[in-house]
């Protein structure tokens, strides 16, 4: 399943308080496709997120019952990239742009190669291989930058398209990580 996951909502085990991102898997909020199947609750069994997007952050959220599709997507050798775009305040550091692409770390160990491209003043696009805990703030922060919002576009070679945000839909026969 793919969501495009509002602000407000985490995607893993909520702590009190907190709304789970998978409450938003209902009929009423599905996007019909033709042939896909209608929404029936116990399809729900065993969903679970396959990666993190931060409460505070939006877009795709892909939601499996299969370890194999979450091993591709966040195993430890996943090769799958996943996309963002990046609306940033304050004052890129000099040399931050290549800072951000290789040679930071995060918590002692360095992060893999990124592709950051600066689309506008207050815009990053960014293509990461990894994931690590509110990786792309952090990054950001050590350049000095604040990130101010941050939306997934792709997974893979599955993009969020047109989905409308608080909606979901099945991925399709045609496409695939």
């Not at 090769?79 to 002692?108: H, M, N, T, W």
């Not at 990461?128 to 000095?144: D, F, P, S, T, Y």
């Not at 941050?150 to 026969?173: M, S, T, Y």
Request: positive net charge.
């Amino acid at each position: 399943i793919l969501l495009n996951k509002p602000v407000g909502y985490v995607s893993g085990q909520p702590e009190p308080g907190y709304i789970p991102a998978v409450t938003l898997i209902t009929a009423e909020n599905q996007l019909r496709q033709s042939g896909n199947p209608q929404f029936k609750p116990w399809m729900l069994r065993g969903l679970a997120p396959a990666g993190r997007l931060d409460i505070d952050s939006t877009g795709l959220l892909v939601l499996t019952q299969d370890g194999r599709v979450a091993k591709k997507l966040i195993g430890e050798d996943s090769q799958a990239e996943k996309e963002y775009l990046v609306r940033v305040s304050g004052e890129l550091i000099p040399g931050g742009l290549r800072l951000l692409q290789f040679g930071l770390e995060l918590d002692g160990k360095p992060l893999k190669q990124a592709w950051v491209k600066q689309l506008n003043e207050d815009q990053l696009h960014f293509i990461l291989r990894e994931g690590k805990k509110r990786q792309i703030r952090r990054m950001c922060e050590a350049v000095g930058l604040t990130v101010i919002g941050l939306k997934r576009v792709r997974i893979g070679k599955v993009k969020l398209g047109d989905l409308p945000i608080g909606q979901w839909r099945f991925l399709r026969a045609d496409e695939s990580f």
